[in-house]
């Protein structure tokens, strides 16, 4: 087993005295900025490579992993007590997760995500070590055909957050649609909806719709009630950490979020965020009682934070064995590669093999700081809720308005983040829900530059959806996904008059 | 202090002061601040380039903190848009350019050009690399000028941005190919790691980038470079050029750094002085080696100059191909 023995020579690197503190200076700092809205690994690490240049580079890569790790553990803590998402692969989490928080079980929610993150996290690092080829391979079978039906995929699982009123929850959708086109468009570089406004010419970014709707809006929503002060939120209720049931409902979650998101790290065009929508579509289905989602199912936090970390170990395979970048923060890690000479690649796993299987191990050992760093801040954490709703409401601002703000330093963002907000306040004001907004925003784009990417590639023949094979295989699921409920309501409506007739 | 500067400093504190780092001590500070915008997706060149620059500034000491800020679409024009707008008058940012921008803003028919900027130097050129997938069945660059000459429209080329380095030369080939330029089938990609996975995926014929971008994937064998794009063969890179395989063309994408319009010459002065700094750094020179890319360094009113007979010659290669009306 060369793999086995390559992992223990790692781990003989891993837990030297020194290594283990980069370790866990990482995972503390990633926590951090996980948890603060706006800031993430991609700002942090490019802040610190000048810092590291002198450092070895083991001990550097070390510490960038697990910053990388805990910036996803940390994002779920905002998004769960104050349905303030820290990173953008954690929105999904504030759906169920603020209702949870809001019922009591906040800490519960917490622990169910750290744990989510750690089970994820573990066997995310277990399938770069013995699967990362076959995962490079299926990242480069996915081309402009087969994002698209990806994408029409993921379109699906909107079904999953509508509401209670379709017409409302469409209207969101086409919404977060409308929000996505503004900006200069990839294919031709024409600009569209930006109403002759230089900086609505980058288009409008998703950080800022994300905060704006969920925090922005929950404050002055908050604001705008007579009974403010009436303290609504329940800190603590019932057993802080998790009890038996929820356990019993989290571990399959986790497990299917896990193998949700790793291939999605993977893909050059994923990203954190898909996985934890069709996460949540999933559990929603899966669930015996889909009734309670929306009202705190914590199958619907479980999955997602197991999905967005997964995604993250995943992010790592193309890294290092083909030096394909797909993500920000992956991105800065090639340049932090090549800061140290070194090109990731086929070669390097025989060329800087110590660095590669120390790396390795230390992404275990992380998880396991980080579980132990975040389960008892967990009951921590939630004492949050203590605070007197307006100052709580008022530091929700603050974080938001620096956050945005230190996304590209621009005043235009803050005046969007409070338009956003007064927008995200009239649909809650109006019971519209907000999660299909983010979902068409986020989906729309890649949707439609993958669509005329695979058009332009084949010379305007539309059958490429259907030609290729895994573009065709991943359309039929969507269409099950979508006509499978009508049918069995058809079945059932149909067994139900037979019943009657008979 | 913003908030960059606070967390840069905390965690300076946190490596510093806890593991008694020995930093280079740093002479008196002329900028508290650098942000150096990369108007393209992470991982391409103006965003490698942006890095370097961050680096050998950073390695002056002669700045407290640089940042690279990506601002990605549409080659670079959306940043430009932002350079001359909000940045307009500041005299802390600096934006990575070049040739690809040249021809984006026309192609893009943008109504911010160069001319809204204030020209610091040509910092770097780089010769661009034909690529097509390890398994492809075309070996040589007559294949691909064979397919490309049969049906233009069945070579589909993957590459940075509209109007691009990459797509001008996609359509130098063809013209020189004596193919039908308006047939080309280019697919723009925004950053370097997308196009490239398209390239290596086989979801595209062939691939146009510079040769540093794709330099490990070429010796790994991944990807098989059929020609590049220099006058003649470049030291230490083992590819024929296009020339000497019968397409006459050559092309070199040039990067540069410019700063927001509506600087003084003082500001300008002092922007230029750090730039001078870094392109003379150790950091700087090992980049330039490391990477393969040739030092073209053409500071102050030379520059000024160049972009205008390079916006010339750009125009017209792209009217020539059809790319611009």
């Given at each position: 087993?060369d793999v086995l023995?390559?992992l223990l020579?790692g781990?003989?690197?891993?837990v030297t005295p020194?290594n283990?503190?980069w370790?866990?200076?990482?995972t503390?700092?990633g926590?951090?900025?996980?948890i603060l809205?706006?800031?993430?690994?991609?700002?942090?690490?490019?802040?610190?490579?000048?810092?590291?240049?002198?450092?070895?580079?083991?001990?550097?890569?070390?510490m960038?992993a697990?910053l990388y790790?805990g910036?996803m553990?940390?994002?779920?803590?905002?998004?769960i007590?104050l349905?303030?998402p820290?990173?953008?692969g954690?929105i999904?989490?504030a759906v169920?997760?603020?209702v949870?928080a809001?019922n009591g079980?906040?800490?519960a929610?917490l622990?169910t995500?750290?744990?989510?993150?750690f089970?994820a996290?573990t066997l995310?690092?277990i399938?770069?070590t013995?699967?990362?080829p076959l995962?490079v391979?299926?990242?480069?079978?996915?081309?402009?055909a087969?994002y698209?039906?990806l994408?029409?995929l993921a379109?699906?699982t909107?079904?999953?957050?509508?509401g209670l009123?379709?017409?409302?929850?469409?209207t969101?959708?086409?919404?977060?649609?409308a929000i996505g086109?503004?900006g200069?468009?990839v294919l031709t570089?024409?600009p569209r909806?930006?109403f002759?406004?230089?900086s609505?010419l980058?288009?409008?970014?998703?950080?800022?719709v994300?905060?704006?709707l969920f925090?922005?809006g929950?404050?002055?929503?908050m604001?705008?009630r007579p009974?403010?002060?009436?303290?609504?939120?329940v800190?603590?209720?019932?057993?802080?950490?998790?009890?038996?049931e929820?356990?019993?409902?989290?571990?399959?979650?986790?497990?299917?979020?896990?193998?949700?998101?790793?291939?999605f790290?993977a893909?050059p065009?994923?990203?954190?965020?898909?996985p934890t929508?069709?996460s949540?579509?999933?559990e929603k289905?899966?669930?015996k009682?889909?009734e309670e989602f929306?009202k705190?199912?914590i199958?619907g936090?479980?999955?997602?934070?197991?999905?967005?970390?997964?995604?993250?170990?995943?992010v790592l395979?193309p890294l290092?064995?083909?030096?394909l970048p797909?993500?920000a923060?992956?991105a800065i890690l090639l340049?932090?590669?090549?800061?140290?000479?070194?090109?990731?690649g086929p070669?390097?796993f025989s060329?800087?093999?110590t660095l590669?299987?120390g790396?390795i191990?230390s992404?275990?050992i992380?998880n396991?700081?980080?579980?132990i760093l975040?389960l008892?801040?967990?009951?921590?954490w939630?004492r949050l809720l203590a605070?007197?709703?307006?100052?709580?409401y008022?530091?929700?601002?603050l974080f938001?308005?620096l956050g945005?703000?230190?996304?590209n330093?621009?005043?235009?963002?803050l005046?969007?983040?409070f338009?956003?907000?007064i927008l995200?306040?009239?649909?809650?004001?109006?019971?519209?829900?907000?999660?299909p907004?983010?979902?068409?925003?986020?989906l729309?784009r890649?949707?439609?530059a993958?669509f005329?990417?695979?058009l332009?590639i084949?010379?305007?023949d539309?059958?490429v959806?259907?030609?290729h094979?895994l573009?065709?295989?991943l359309?039929i699921i969507a269409?099950?996904?979508?006509?499978g409920?009508l049918?069995y309501?058809?079945?059932a409506?149909?067994?139900?008059s037979a019943?009657?007739?008979? | 202090m913003n908030?960059?500067t606070?967390?840069?400093?905390?965690?300076?504190?946190?490596?510093?002061?806890?593991?008694?780092?020995?930093?280079?001590?740093?002479?008196?500070?002329?900028l508290d601040e650098?942000?150096?915008?990369a108007?393209?997706?992470?991982?391409g060149?103006w965003?490698?380039?942006?890095?370097?620059m961050q680096e050998?500034?950073?390695?002056?000491?002669?700045v407290?903190a640089?940042?690279?800020?990506?601002?990605?679409?549409a080659?670079?024009?959306v940043g430009?848009?932002?350079?001359a707008?909000?940045?307009?008058g500041?005299?802390?940012v600096?934006?990575?350019?070049?040739?690809?921008?040249?021809?984006a803003i026309?192609?893009?028919?943008s109504?911010?050009?160069?001319e809204n900027?204030?020209?610091i130097a040509?910092?770097?050129?780089e010769?661009?690399?034909?690529?097509v997938p390890?398994?492809s069945?075309?070996?040589?660059?007559?294949?691909?000028?064979?397919?490309?000459?049969a049906?233009p429209?069945?070579?589909a080329?993957g590459g940075?941005?509209?109007g691009?380095t990459?797509h001008i030369?996609a359509?130098?080939v063809?013209?020189a190919?004596g193919?039908?330029?308006s047939?080309?089938?280019?697919?723009p990609f925004?950053g370097?790691?997308?196009a490239?996975?398209?390239?290596?995926g086989?979801?595209?014929?062939?691939g146009?980038?510079?040769?540093?971008e794709?330099?490990?994937q070429i010796?790994?064998?991944?990807l098989?470079?059929l020609g590049?794009?220099?006058p003649?063969?470049v030291?230490g890179?083992d590819?024929?050029t296009?020339?000497?395989?019968?397409?006459?063309?050559?092309?070199?994408n040039?990067?540069?750094?410019?700063?927001p319009p509506?600087?003084?010459?003082?500001?300008?002065?002092?922007?230029?002085?750090?730039?001078?700094?870094?392109?003379?750094s150790?950091?700087?020179?090992?980049v330039?080696?490391?990477k393969?890319?040739?030092d073209?360094?053409?500071?102050g009113?030379d520059f000024t100059?160049?972009v205008?007979?390079e916006?010339?010659?750009?125009?017209?290669?792209?009217?020539g191909?059809?790319?611009?009306?």
């Amino acid at each position: 087993m060369d793999v086995l023995a390559s992992l223990l020579q790692g781990f003989a690197t891993a837990v030297t005295p020194m290594n283990l503190m980069w370790c866990l200076l990482g995972t503390t700092l990633g926590t951090a900025i996980g948890i603060l809205p706006g800031i993430g690994p991609a700002l942090t690490i490019a802040l610190l490579l000048p810092i590291t240049a002198k450092l070895d580079p083991t001990g550097a890569f070390i510490m960038f992993a697990g910053l990388y790790y805990g910036a996803m553990y940390g994002s779920s803590t905002t998004s769960i007590l104050l349905n303030t998402p820290g990173e953008s692969g954690s929105i999904i989490t504030a759906v169920e997760g603020n209702v949870m928080a809001k019922n009591g079980r906040g800490a519960a929610a917490l622990a169910t995500a750290a744990i989510g993150s750690f089970v994820a996290g573990t066997l995310g690092t277990i399938a770069i070590t013995f699967l990362a080829p076959l995962f490079v391979k299926l990242a480069l079978l996915f081309g402009p055909a087969e994002y698209f039906a990806l994408m029409v995929l993921a379109f699906t699982t909107v079904s999953a957050l509508l509401g209670l009123s379709l017409s409302r929850g469409i209207t969101s959708l086409l919404l977060g649609l409308a929000i996505g086109l503004v900006g200069t468009d990839v294919l031709t570089g024409q600009p569209r909806l930006t109403f002759d406004i230089l900086s609505l010419l980058r288009g409008i970014d998703i950080v800022v719709v994300a905060v704006g709707l969920f925090a922005v809006g929950e404050a002055l929503y908050m604001a705008s009630r007579p009974d403010m002060r009436a303290g609504e939120i329940v800190p603590i209720r019932g057993s802080i950490f998790m009890t038996a049931e929820e356990w019993r409902r989290s571990w399959k979650p986790w497990l299917r979020g896990t193998a949700l998101g790793f291939p999605f790290g993977a893909l050059p065009a994923g990203g954190t965020e898909i996985p934890t929508f069709l996460s949540y579509f999933l559990e929603k289905r899966m669930s015996k009682k889909p009734e309670e989602f929306g009202k705190g199912a914590i199958e619907g936090v479980a999955g997602p934070e197991a999905a967005n970390n997964a995604a993250v170990a995943g992010v790592l395979v193309p890294l290092l064995t083909l030096g394909l970048p797909t993500s920000a923060t992956a991105a800065i890690l090639l340049a932090a590669f090549e800061q140290y000479n070194l090109k990731p690649g086929p070669l390097l796993f025989s060329s800087s093999s110590t660095l590669v299987w120390g790396l390795i191990a230390s992404l275990y050992i992380g998880n396991v700081m980080l579980l132990i760093l975040n389960l008892p801040l967990a009951g921590l954490w939630v004492r949050l809720l203590a605070i007197p709703q307006p100052l709580l409401y008022g530091g929700i601002l603050l974080f938001s308005t620096l956050g945005v703000y230190s996304l590209n330093n621009s005043t235009f963002d803050l005046v969007l983040l409070f338009l956003v907000g007064i927008l995200g306040f009239l649909m809650r004001r109006y019971d519209f829900p907000v999660a299909p907004c983010i979902i068409g925003l986020i989906l729309g784009r890649l949707a439609e530059a993958q669509f005329r990417r695979a058009l332009t590639i084949s010379q305007g023949d539309a059958t490429v959806f259907f030609t290729h094979p895994l573009s065709l295989a991943l359309l039929i699921i969507a269409a099950l996904v979508f006509v499978g409920p009508l049918f069995y309501r058809w079945r059932a409506a149909k067994l139900q008059s037979a019943k009657t007739a008979g | 202090m913003n908030r960059r500067t606070l967390i840069a400093s905390a965690v300076a504190l946190l490596l510093a002061g806890g593991l008694s780092l020995n930093l280079a001590s740093t002479p008196a500070l002329a900028l508290d601040e650098l942000r150096i915008i990369a108007p393209a997706a992470p991982g391409g060149g103006w965003d490698q380039t942006a890095r370097a620059m961050q680096e050998a500034v950073q390695s002056g000491g002669a700045v407290k903190a640089v940042t690279v800020e990506n601002i990605p679409g549409a080659g670079g024009t959306v940043g430009l848009a932002q350079l001359a707008g909000q940045e307009q008058g500041k005299d802390n940012v600096l934006m990575v350019n070049g040739l690809v921008m040249v021809g984006a803003i026309l192609t893009n028919k943008s109504a911010v050009t160069l001319e809204n900027t204030t020209p610091i130097a040509r910092l770097t050129g780089e010769y661009e690399v034909i690529v097509v997938p390890g398994s492809s069945e075309l070996k040589t660059l007559a294949d691909l000028v064979a397919k490309l000459k049969a049906d233009p429209g069945a070579v589909a080329w993957g590459g940075g941005s509209a109007g691009g380095t990459d797509h001008i030369l996609a359509g130098l080939v063809a013209k020189a190919s004596g193919a039908d330029v308006s047939k080309l089938n280019y697919v723009p990609f925004s950053g370097g790691g997308e196009a490239l996975a398209a390239v290596m995926g086989g979801h595209v014929v062939a691939g146009i980038s510079g040769y540093s971008e794709w330099e490990g994937q070429i010796k790994s064998g991944e990807l098989r470079a059929l020609g590049i794009s220099a006058p003649e063969r470049v030291a230490g890179i083992d590819i024929p050029t296009l020339k000497e395989q019968g397409v006459d063309v050559e092309l070199a994408n040039w990067r540069a750094i410019v700063a927001p319009p509506g600087l003084n010459d003082e500001q300008k002065k002092a922007l230029l002085a750090t730039v001078d700094a870094a392109v003379k750094s150790d950091s700087w020179k090992k980049v330039l080696a490391a990477k393969n890319w040739t030092d073209l360094y053409l500071p102050g009113d030379d520059f000024t100059k160049l972009v205008a007979s390079e916006n010339a010659r750009v125009t017209e290669i792209l009217k020539g191909i059809g790319l611009v009306q």
